[in-house]
C-alpha cells in the first residue's frame, strides 16, 4: 500500500508519540506498558492530519480500558503532542498472543504466570471469535518457584482479566493472566 496521505513530508511527531507512549504503563500490572501488552497498536495520522493513536482493549469490559485512554491522553497532554484524536479498534479483538516476550517475562517476575500456550492462529483469527467452548488449557507453572503442580482457586483473580492459582508445592497463590 503507497497510498500517501500524508500532509506533512517529515514526522517528528509520530516518533515522539511512539516515544512517549511507549512508556505509558498498564493501569494494572504496572511493570509492563500498554506497548508491551499490545494494547498500543498505533500510532499514525488520521486522514485529516490529526495525530490518531489506536487502542485495543485487552478484554472486553476490562475497566482498566478508560483509564487507559486517560493516561494516554496524559502522556500526550504533558508532551504538548495537541490535537490528537484517541481510536478504541475492537477488531481485530486483542489476544495474549500479542505480548511480547519481554512482556511476559515482566509478568513472571512480578508473580502473575504469563499466558501459556497459543490462542488462536494470526492466519485464522475469526477461528477464536467463533469458539464458544472452552478449550481445556494447560496450568500455568508458579512465577514463584517454577511448579507445574498448581491449581486453580478461582476463576477470577484480582480482575477479570486473570484467575486466582496456588502452588501446590510453595503453597503461594498467584494470578494467572489467561490466555484469551
Ligand atoms: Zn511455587
Not at 115 to 127: H, I, K, L, V
Request: aromatic residues 8%; glycine residues 4%; hydrophobic residues 40%.
Amino acid at each position: 500500500m503507497t497510498t500517501s496521505t500524508a500532509t506533512y513530508s517529515t514526522d517528528a511527531t509520530l516518533d515522539r508519540a511512539w516515544a512517549v507512549l511507549e512508556t505509558v504503563p498498564d493501569p494494572e500490572i504496572p511493570v509492563v506498558s500498554i506497548r508491551e501488552l499490545g494494547i498500543l497498536r498505533d500510532v499514525r495520522r488520521a486522514a485529516d492530519g490529526t495525530l490518531e493513536v489506536v487502542i485495543t482493549p485487552t478484554y472486553s469490559g476490562c475497566p482498566a480500558m478508560s483509564q487507559i485512554a486517560e493516561d494516554v491522553a496524559h502522556a500526550l497532554d504533558v508532551a504538548e503532542l495537541t490535537p490528537y484524536r484517541i481510536a478504541t479498534v475492537l477488531a481485530p479483538a486483542w489476544t495474549t498472543d500479542w505480548m511480547t516476550a519481554d512482556a511476559r517475562e515482566k509478568l513472571r517476575a512480578y508473580g502473575i504466570a504469563p499466558p501459556t500456550g497459543n490462542c488462536g492462529s494470526a492466519a485464522a483469527p475469526q477461528e477464536k471469535v467463533m469458539r464458544f467452548v472452552p478449550r481445556a488449557l494447560p496450568a500455568p507453572s508458579c512465577p514463584r518457584c517454577g511448579s507445574a503442580h498448581t491449581e486453580r482457586l478461582a476463576q477470577f483473580g484480582s480482575t477479570a482479566c486473570k484467575a486466582l492459582y496456588r502452588c501446590i508445592d510453595c503453597r503461594e497463590p498467584f494470578d494467572y493472566f489467561k490466555p484469551y
